[in-house]
């Protein structure tokens, strides 16, 4: 069964692998984030729930729409930034008047 996602007021129905959407515009934004692996019901329904949270949208599910929580993010600053130097430690520490 096709998943169905509601965003900014447009319903886009992702099935196979592709997004099917009235709007040109979301369905690029759409496209860009499709996943071709997910062919089974299940893997549908979790990249559906993931491009609904990922811009603010609604998700169709058996009991009705229900807004659809933020992904985490794929990336962190934690991932890129070195560790923490000594206070002391710094780009123009040459200049600092020492003790």
Do not use: N
Request: charged share 25%; with cysteine.
């Amino acid at each position: 069964m096709p998943a169905r996602i509601r965003i900014y007021g447009h319903e886009a129905v992702f099935a196979q692998g592709h997004w099917a959407c009235p709007d040109d515009s979301l369905q690029a934004m759409l496209e860009a984030l499709a996943d071709p692996r997910a062919v089974s019901p299940e893997a549908e329904q979790a990249h559906a729930l993931y491009c609904a949270g990922k811009f603010g949208g609604l998700v169709h599910t058996p009991y009705g729409w229900e807004a659809a929580a933020h992904p985490e993010p794929e990336i962190r600053l934690e991932d890129f930034a070195p560790p923490k130097a000594p206070e002391r430690a710094g780009w123009l520490s040459f200049m600092r008047k020492r003790r």
